[in-house]
């Protein structure tokens, strides 16, 4: 299967900072998406971004499909953007999707 | 829109035991995934059901299983539970599957094997 490679896996920010996640992908896939984990463990959508940028409030998201890249921008982080940020894609081949192994965000007030 | 929805929640069962789960996805997705969680192995795919027909299946022995019915909700069963099944069970849905269309994913039943 293809492999999908997050990183950093853990950040810890002062509250108001800026930060870059970055998912990169071993094959091409289509369906990129962005989530957020919740406490409860529960998957929240960010972005469906196969391709191009997405805005969203102070979180943006682009991916280079044809690189097999996806960063997911927070600006002017809060505490509440703390938890873990899973990458997901499609892969064909696979006949799958493949999630990597998530960005562990922490902000400290 | 109701969204996904899996029960139940939380679940303890023994070795040796076996256990059933329900996703009910977004009305009107036809297409159900089912995900395992563990802090060893991340997220893991396991299969997806479409038009109640299995269309794919991840790395997972014969003990799991997983139907899905005329209405689109879906069941997965474990049997002969090991202490290493002890995970997160998440399921997604989406319109078309996992490659056309976006997933939404319900909240996950936490399944604890002693």
């Known amino acids: 299967g293809i492999q999908v490679e997050q990183s950093p896996p853990d950040l810890i920010l002062q509250e108001g900072a800026n930060s870059t996640l970055r998912c990169n992908f071993s094959?091409?896939?289509?369906?990129l998406q962005w989530f957020h984990q919740n406490p409860w463990g529960q998957l929240i959508n960010l972005f469906y971004?196969?391709?191009g940028t997405k805005q969203n409030g102070r979180l943006s998201a682009t991916t280079v499909a044809t690189e097999r890249y996806s960063l997911l921008y927070i600006s002017s982080s809060q505490t509440t953007d703390s938890g873990v940020y899973f990458c997901?894609?499609?892969?064909?081949?696979?006949?799958?999707?493949?999630f990597g192994d998530g960005t562990t965000l922490t902000v400290k007030p | 829109k109701a969204g996904v929805t899996q029960t139940p929640r939380y679940l303890i069962k023994t070795r040796g035991q076996q256990v059933t789960l329900s996703c009910s996805p977004i009305?009107?997705?036809?297409?159900v995934s089912w995900y395992q969680q563990t802090p060893g192995q991340g997220l893991q795919f396991l299969f997806e059901?479409?038009?109640?027909?299995?269309?794919n299946k991840g790395n997972f022995p014969g003990r799991f299983s997983g139907r899905q019915f005329s209405n689109s909700r879906s069941e997965m069963n474990v049997s002969t539970l090991e202490l290493g099944d002890s995970a997160l069970y998440l399921c997604?849905?989406?319109?078309?599957?996992?490659?056309?269309?976006?997933?939404?994913f319900g909240q996950g039943t936490r399944l604890t094997v002693v």
């Open positions: 997604a849905s989406s319109p078309l599957g996992a490659e056309n269309t976006e997933a939404f």
């Open positions: 094959d091409s896939v289509n369906n």
């Open positions: 971004i196969p391709s």
């Open positions: 997901a894609g499609f892969n064909t081949n696979a006949g799958k999707s493949t």
């Open positions: 009305s009107g997705h036809r297409s």
């Open positions: 059901y479409f038009s109640e027909t299995q269309r």
